[in-house]
């Protein structure tokens, strides 16, 4: 295999996976890893098959080794990935993973049962939990935010949708006071955590009243914060997982012209949900409509596609349609 810099796999793997995947795993880098990435993708000729191959299995073996120090520390992963590949490859493994990886803090308590960590932190100041909940599963969080008060909950999805980083002798602190009460184990950390997106995960895994009593809260504090929040909570994509009498509904309301924009750089998924649940000559059109559409500014994909998902929440709003959430247990009828 040429040799080949961290960049460099970087752009065979996305190359490799395809524009589709490697666009989702773009959400979640910073605008200059991206602008990296971009520019190394762009000189990336051709990939030979072998090196493709090669990449993947480095990627995969990282991937499994990170897994496993997640799961049970380095000794874990070691004997594991020993039994799997031998000593030398899993020592060859584990060094290079050492020099990426630091370990996400508090994974202790990500092993632990949600409701025994809130009885732990439920006392502790609102800023503390929200830290906390920040680095937990967001199934941990949500059901650990349904239980407090709700003046706390709104407090505490505020900070967690506001938090940016967080110094490594604070956080060292409170992790090791957790660590300390519920006598496991930790690993030193000093990742960013929190964001719009993570309360936006957490809040789509609490139960519906909680979400409303939270976000109704923000709106009249924050009402900026509360429209971000709200503009991520239910995204184009997830058309696919309304039923067909909701997308019926919801493509009444909206203008062919936006809808031919939303669609314009949809998945095939959510582009065949939309031409199931229209009629033949109706969907010919709108195909039509997109294909000699020309280019068109990503912003304006963008927008017209938020315009729908704004008339989806409407709907939502009104009782006229159901979006499907978890950390519910509805039955509907």
Known sequence: MVEMNGKQKAAVLLVSLGPELSAQIYRHLRDEEIEVLTREIANTASIRAGVRDEVFNEFYEMYLAREYVEQGGIDYARELLEKALGAARAEAILSRLASTMKARPFSFARKTDPNQLLNFIQNEHPQTIALILAYLNPEQAGMILSALPPEIQVDVAKRVATLD?????????????????????????YTMAGGIDAAVEILSLVDRTTEKTILDALEEED??????????????????????????KVLREIDTRDLALALKTASEDVANRIYKNMSKRAADMLKEDIEFMGPVRLR???????????????????????IARGGEDEVIV
């Open 165 to 189: 980083r967080t110094t490594p002798e604070i956080l060292k602190e409170i992790e090791q006071t957790l660590e300390n009460r519920l006598s496991a184990f930790a690993i030193e950390d």
């Open 223 to 248: 009402p900026e914060l509360a429209e971000a929040i709200l503009k991520r909570m239910f995204v184009f994509e997830d058309i696919i997982t309304l039923d067909d009498r909701a997308i019926q």
């Open 300 to 322: 304006d994909i963008e927008e017209a596609q938020q315009k729908i998902v704004a008339s989806i929440r409407r709907l939502e709003e009104a009782g006229e349609i159901v």
